[in-house]
């Protein structure tokens, strides 16, 4: 009878520098990192069973396009993100009624200073109604500054 050795405890030492993570449970949408100058995102195309034409109208429209798997599979290699097996979605990087697409930065960009100009916009429209209804007597003051405190008072001397 031949014996097997077996390893000592002691010699099965597990690594003090790794810590154990928390156990999370996994993200179905998990993305590639977009190539320099671009962005991902994940767009509905499906909701409850029914397409959803217009908000895909929509962000086509923006400037998004939708991300095929042989695209991803060039960049980045073989992979193991979701691709859309049938329908009108066939090749495309997906999972339950989302299609990833990508944009370039610049779009990015220019989209969102159009969206804070708009917002300052109403903000001016807000403080210029505000203003025709202040009275002489009563002064509004629009300072947007907030502060925050924990009661308590004055702590004494």
Request: aromatic letters at 8%.
């Amino acid at each position: 009878m031949s014996e097997l050795k077996k390893a000592s405890r002691a010699s099965e030492e597990r690594s003090k520098d790794k810590r154990d993570q928390p156990w999370a449970p996994p993200s179905s949408l998990d993305a590639p990192a977009p190539p320099q100058g671009y962005c991902h995102r994940w767009i509905r195309v499906q909701s409850m069973g029914f397409e959803d034409a217009g908000n895909v109208s929509k962000k086509l429209r923006e400037g998004w396009a939708f991300l095929r798997a042989e695209t991803l599979k060039s960049e980045i290699g073989p992979n193991e993100y979701p691709v859309v097996a049938d329908g009108k979605y066939v090749g495309m990087i997906g999972v339950s009624g989302l299609v990833l697409a990508r944009i370039p930065e610049e779009i990015v960009k220019s989209r969102t200073e159009y969206f804070k100009r708009i917002s300052a916009n109403q903000m001016d429209a807000v403080d210029s109604n505000l203003m025709k209804e202040q009275q002489p007597g009563m002064k509004i003051n629009i300072d947007r500054q907030s502060r925050v405190t924990f009661g308590g008072g004055q702590k004494p001397k």
